[in-house]
T-cell receptor
Framework: EDQVTQSPEALRLQEGESSSLNCSYT??????LFWYRQDPGKGPEFLFT???AGEEKEKERLKATLTKKESFLHITAPKPEDSATYLC??????????FGAGTRLAVHP | NAGVTQTPKFQVLKTGQSMTLQCAQD?????MSWYRQDPGMGLRLIHY???????DQGEVPNGYNVSRSTTEDFPLRLLSAAPSQTSVYFC??????????FGPGTRLTVL
């Protein structure tokens, strides 16, 4: 069964305090590993797609990396506006997405 | 481009009532899908469509019906609402680069 597990469930950071979010996934039949950001009351917003181990992508203070079993979302010097829920999803057959439960990030000034 | 639009934003139903959640996209994407999001759980796929006239079941299809008569529209029908269907529903469409674009969601409460 395809599974995606995200940790931690919640993370509280001080502004400028760098950290990483983890996403572990079932490997068989992987067709992409996706990261989304979701603000309260809104739909998920696409951040990154990773396809192969060793691949990295960056956007502002965010960098996503992929290994054979896990993906990490590194947040460097976060700001309060980075507060959101970050969702990880694995792509499968017909590009169905299997989502993790998300990590709720709060960045305090 | 408006992207993916959903109506209504909020809805309250009584058990046994039926309704249709509307979804439209103006990006000419072939692939569209419906998810539900419940507290503490990831988004779960209800139904998806790879093009007009073609639909298939996702992970949690029971109690829901879909059709795809045009590329733009992908409505989700609740046949006989149950309290277990209280959730936030998201529609999404996917481009050729595998990026899925989500709508703003419909918050449904079934009493």
């Amino acid at each position: 069964e395809d599974q995606v597990t995200q940790s931690p469930e919640a993370l509280r950071l001080q502004e400028g305090e760098s950290s990483s979010l983890n996403c572990s996934y079932t490997v068989s039949g992987l067709r992409g590993l996706f990261w989304y950001r979701q603000d309260p009351g809104k739909g998920p917003e696409f951040l990154f797609t990773l396809y192969s181990a060793g691949e990295e992508k960056e956007k502002e203070r965010l960098k996503a990396t992929l290994t054979k079993k896990e993906s990490f979302l590194h947040i460097t010097a976060p700001k309060p506006e980075d507060s959101a829920t970050y969702l990880c999803a694995r792509g499968g057959g017909y590009n169905k997405l299997i989502f993790g439960a998300g990590t709720r990030l709060a960045v305090h000034p | 481009n408006a992207g993916v639009t959903q109506t209504p934003k909020f809805q309250v139903l009584k058990t046994g009532q039926s309704m249709t959640l509307q979804c439209a996209q103006d990006m000419n994407h072939e692939y569209m899908s419906w998810y539900r999001q419940d507290p503490g759980m990831g988004l779960r796929l209800i139904h998806y469509s790879v093009g007009a006239g073609i639909t298939d079941q996702g992970e949690v299809p029971n109690g829901y019906n879909v059709s795809r008569s045009t590329t733009e529209d992908f409505p989700l029908r609740l046949l006989s609402a149950a309290p277990s269907q209280t959730s936030v529903y998201f529609c999404a469409s996917r481009d050729r680069a595998d990026t899925q674009y989500f709508g703003p969601g419909t918050r449904l409460t079934v009493l």
